[in-house]
């Protein structure tokens, strides 16, 4: 069995402990701040966050699916497609007709899970933190 839900402040510790496992840490004020924005969703499984999301909107016109981050043990149990058509339901809830996300040139399992989302590529940037490909999906 699996939930759902927007991230509330009690939620903040355990995606803070997330960003600990998974790679780079974002910054605390950051993932409060988009929690009080209502910008992340989380899923709870095992009364635990098995994964959050947090999308932006960039322009106030253009969503971009910022972070998607599951722990490792629930990685590849489709959970990711989960995520993924939940936020797309709120995209469209707001009307908007298409979204962007981006994943780093050296993350290959990121990019094949892309693919097989139908995401479109439509190019690479030279970020501070390296190369990161850019996609683009119509809803
Ligand atoms: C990348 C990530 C979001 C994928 O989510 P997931 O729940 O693990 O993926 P799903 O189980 O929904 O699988 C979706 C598709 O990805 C691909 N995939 C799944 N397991 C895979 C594996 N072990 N190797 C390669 N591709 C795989 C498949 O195409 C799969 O579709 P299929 O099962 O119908 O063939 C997740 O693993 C994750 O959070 N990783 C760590 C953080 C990260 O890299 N975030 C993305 C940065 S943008």
């Not at 997330?18 to 780079?24: F, K, L, R």
């Not at 947090?54 to 998607?68: K, M």
């Not at 707001?94 to 439509?122: A, D, G, M, P």
Request: with cysteine; aromatic share 12%; glycine share 4%.
């Amino acid at each position: 069995m699996s939930k759902i839900i927007q991230a509330t402040k009690e939620h903040l510790p355990s995606i803070l402990q997330i960003n600990e496992i998974i790679d780079y840490k974002n910054p605390e004020e950051f993932m409060l701040e988009s929690i009080l924005a209502w910008r992340i969703s989380v899923c709870i499984v095992e009364e635990q966050v098995a994964w959050y999301s947090l999308y932006q909107n960039i322009w106030g016109n253009t969503p971009l699916l910022a972070l998607v981050k599951i722990l490792p043990k629930y990685q590849w149990r489709g959970f990711g497609t989960q995520l993924v058509k939940n936020l797309e339901e709120i995209i469209k809830d707001k009307w908007y007709t298409k979204y962007l996300s981006s994943t780093e040139v050296t993350n290959t399992l990121s990019q094949k899970f892309h693919q097989k989302l139908e995401f479109t590529k439509i190019g690479i940037l030279d970020m501070p933190h390296g190369k990161e490909m850019f996609y683009i999906k119509e809803l």
